[in-house]
């Protein structure tokens, strides 16, 4: 079994940074793509960013600049650091994680945690 677990949101004012953090835990063998989403009131989940094994990131337009996704392999771990934050980056933010299992070491799945609510307020 895998669980994923997302934590760091909360109410910030505009400007204003928090950091996510998202851990995988269980029988793991392997943790490929990892990547963080978002889903406002009344919208479709879209790509907030994600990062490779290898490093490699990518971000969506909107949050270009202003959010920096890392991980930390031996903590099983993805973190999203949001700064400068805007009214319109309020959303559930859940990460997705591309885990290979001890179980099926050469086939990865996607694992969603639950969400962390982020609230840009004043």
């Known amino acids: 079994q895998v669980q994923v677990v997302e934590s760091g949101g909360g109410l910030v004012q505009p400007g204003g940074s928090l950091r996510l953090s998202c851990a995988a835990s269980g029988s793991i063998f392997s943790i490929y793509t990892m990547g963080w989403y978002r889903q406002a009131p009344g919208k479709q989940r879209e790509l907030v960013a994600a990062?490779?094994?290898?490093?490699?990131?990518n971000y969506a337009d909107s949050v270009k600049g202003r959010f920096t996704i890392s991980r930390d392999n031996a903590k099983k771990t993805v973190y999203l650091q949001m700064n400068s934050l805007k009214a319109e980056d309020t959303a559930v933010y859940y990460c997705?994680?591309?885990?290979?299992?001890?179980?099926?070491?050469?086939?990865?799945?996607?694992?969603w945690g639950k969400g962390t609510l982020v609230t840009v307020s004043s």
């Open positions: 990062i490779t094994s290898g490093g490699t990131t």
């Open positions: 997705k994680l591309n885990i290979a299992t001890m179980a099926i070491p050469m086939h990865g799945l996607d694992y």
